[in-house]
């Protein structure tokens, strides 16, 4: 796994990697619904739906934005591209002194507009992040996504994760045989 790009280092006329500012927030908000509505939902298995549901979507996306960007634990990087953002990463650290490993990084969001993708945005974002991750004294980088997502699943292993666990759900309004 070889982290090399960070910020900046895509070369000429490839996106800028930087933090996130304040000015950034109407952006990351776009780029927050892209990925958690539109390609969830382009990728996604409508049947699994009602058990990924909020409510009110719309205000859990801002919340979720400003909390990050009110968070001093979590990082945001952004891709800047003649003044848009096509791309962000986002991540936090936890600590368990119970574990071997007791510092973690976890990504919370990995996202690079479709049309910017296949171009070593993603891996750079991700550098980014990967490099303050291991400057807070991190030792494992966490990340998760939906067992659907074929695509970014692919791009994890490719950047040299491995899967440790998978979630089930199951809706408790049906019936079940029960022993007697
Ligand atoms: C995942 C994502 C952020 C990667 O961004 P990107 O700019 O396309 O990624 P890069 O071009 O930097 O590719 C990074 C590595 O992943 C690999 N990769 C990317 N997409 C892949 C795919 N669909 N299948 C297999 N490998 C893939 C690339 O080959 C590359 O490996 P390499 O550098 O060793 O060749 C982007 O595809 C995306 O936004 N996907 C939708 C959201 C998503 O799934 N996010 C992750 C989970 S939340």
Redesign the pocket.
Same mark, same amino acid.
């Given at each position: 796994m070889g982290f090399s790009l960070e910020h900046g280092s895509l070369g000429d006329g490839s996106p800028h990697i930087r933090h996130a500012v304040r000015s950034d927030r109407d952006a990351l908000i776009r780029l927050h619904r892209a990925?958690y509505v539109d390609?969830r939902n382009h990728?996604g298995n409508a049947s699994l739906r009602p058990l990924v549901a909020y409510r009110d979507f719309a205000s859990v996306l801002v919340d979720d934005v400003d909390a990050m960007m009110n968070s001093r634990n979590t990082e945001i990087f952004v891709a800047e591209l003649r003044s848009v953002l096509i791309?962000y990463?986002t991540g936090r650290t936890e600590h368990d002194p119970r574990r071997e490993i007791s510092k973690k990084g976890v990504?919370e969001?990995?996202?690079?507009?479709?049309t910017?993708?296949?171009?070593?945005? +993603? /891996? !750079?974002?991700?550098a980014n992040l990967a490099k303050r991750f291991a400057e807070r004294g991190c030792g494992l980088i966490e990340?998760?996504?939906?067992s659907f997502?074929?695509? +970014? /699943? !692919?791009?994890?292993?490719?950047?040299g994760f491995k899967e440790i666990q998978v979630m089930y759900r199951m809706p408790l309004n049906l019936t079940y045989p029960t022993q007697t």
């Open positions: 990925l390609y990728i791309g990463v990504v969001d990995w996202f690079v507009a479709p910017h993708r296949g171009h070593g945005v +993603g /891996r !750079a974002l991700f990340s998760t996504t939906w997502n074929r695509a +970014g /699943r !692919a791009a994890h292993e490719r950047l």
